[in-house]
């Protein structure tokens, strides 16, 4: 089937959050806050971070004379008992608005805690799809201080059961935040290798969306425009990190990034970086850019038209070079493209595979994938 004809059939698209994006569009936040008349403010961040840099100050600086609480034990890669500590935190507080400040893993602990406040099933049953969530959680304000995720507009937030070890994702579209506010000025002290992996993480979710099964003409414009800015700015993010016109960029491509997947969700990519990240503490976007190049040779087999358009996207006009430039671009902002390079050994493969096959994420892509395959993909980057 033609893969244009395949876009024809019927489609939908919701996109409810409201984005304010721009250098020093966090001088907004008090006039924003003011639209919710809230009682009391639960501030979700990070421990560090955005203290020590004075971002948190000025957030609380904003907010004046409003009732404000901080909560900055939101872990990285947050799991069930994090999740339900936090709700516990902030019921105790009566909050009525959370505002998040952080990277994506901050943005989808808060989401988690707003929504679970509002619905009274724990939250394992919700992730393990035992129960729905019934009821629209706390409003949340979501400011990024990384380009990756795109989280902030997203109805997902991704928590580890470390009871399983597995990482799931929370979702529904009463999790999305009601506005997010995207400043580049927040993202100009993301270290490298921070850059470097959520800006992977970007390209990744783009360059899935745009295979997916579930795209539509609207998830590609993203996933097209994405992909383009992460070619054309990630590598000057990573070098010139004070450079405001590359961070900018980069935070249109995570915005773009997460808007694609709100509407398509991702594929085996991200299916295959969950055990990754839980079993060997590989950071998200890198865990995702290990498989990257692989499955774009292997879904181009069955919709080699389409990867063509992209692949000229970004300057070539072959699938093999299309593959190369991923590669490079992986090379290019440092990061190891082998397995062995992060401690995985060949032992450990199977461990992966069968962990892997995510049935929401692994049968959205657009060719069905074996374990043998998969177990020939993995050993070849090795």
Not at 144 to 162: F, L, N
Not at 168 to 190: G, H
Not at 232 to 237: S, T
Not at 369 to 377: F, G, K
Request: aromatic share 8%; charged share 20%; hydrophobic share 45%.
């Amino acid at each position: 089937m033609n893969s244009s004809i395949h876009m024809m059939n019927l489609w939908s698209c919701y996109l409810p959050t409201k984005i304010l994006f721009g250098v020093n569009s966090i001088g907004k936040l008090a006039e924003i806050t003011e639209s919710f008349n809230p009682k009391k403010i639960l501030l979700v961040t990070g421990k560090q971070s955005m203290k020590q840099s004075g971002v948190t100050k000025n957030i609380l600086d904003q907010l004046g004379n409003r009732s404000v609480v901080v909560y900055d034990n939101a872990t990285h890669n947050p799991t069930v008992d994090d999740v339900e500590d936090g709700k516990i935190f902030l019921e105790k507080e009566e909050a009525d608005l959370v505002i998040a400040l952080g990277g994506g893993s901050v943005i989808d602990f808060a989401k988690a805690i707003a929504i679970l406040a509002n619905n009274t099933v724990f939250l394992s049953n919700y992730l393990h799809c035992v129960a729905k969530i019934a009821n629209k959680g706390i409003p949340v304000i979501a400011i990024p201080t990384t380009s990756g995720t795109g989280s902030e507009v997203t109805q997902y937030a991704s928590i580890v059961d470390a009871n399983l070890k597995k990482k799931l994702s929370l979702t529904s579209d009463f999790i999305r935040p009601e506005v997010a506010i995207i400043d580049p000025n927040l993202t100009l002290t993301m270290p490298k290798f921070v850059t470097a992996t959520t800006g992977l993480d970007a390209l990744s979710q783009c360059i899935e969306s745009y295979w997916s099964k579930n795209r539509t003409p609207v998830s590609d414009l993203f996933a097209i425009e994405g992909v383009k800015l992460v070619f054309e700015n990630l590598v000057g993010a990573c070098n010139f990190p004070e450079d405001l016109t590359f961070r900018r960029n980069m935070a249109l491509a995570s915005l773009f990034s997460g808007l694609a997947i709100s509407i398509t969700k991702t594929t085996i990519v991200h299916a295959v970086s969950y055990p990754l990240t839980v079993f060997f503490d590989v950071p998200h976007g890198l865990a995702c850019s290990f498989t990257l190049p692989s499955f774009i040779q292997f879904n181009s087999e069955v919709l080699e038209e389409r990867m063509l358009r992209l692949a000229k996207m970004v300057g070539t006009d072959t699938i093999d070079i299309f593959v190369q430039k991923v590669k490079q671009l992986i090379l290019d902002v440092a990061l190891p493209t082998l397995l062995s390079e992060v401690g995985i050994k060949r032992e450990d493969i199977d461990l992966i595979i069968n962990e892997g096959f995510r049935p929401d994420r692994a049968a959205n892509n657009p060719r069905e994938v074996t374990p043998d395959e998969l177990r020939a993909i993995l050993s070849r980057i090795l």
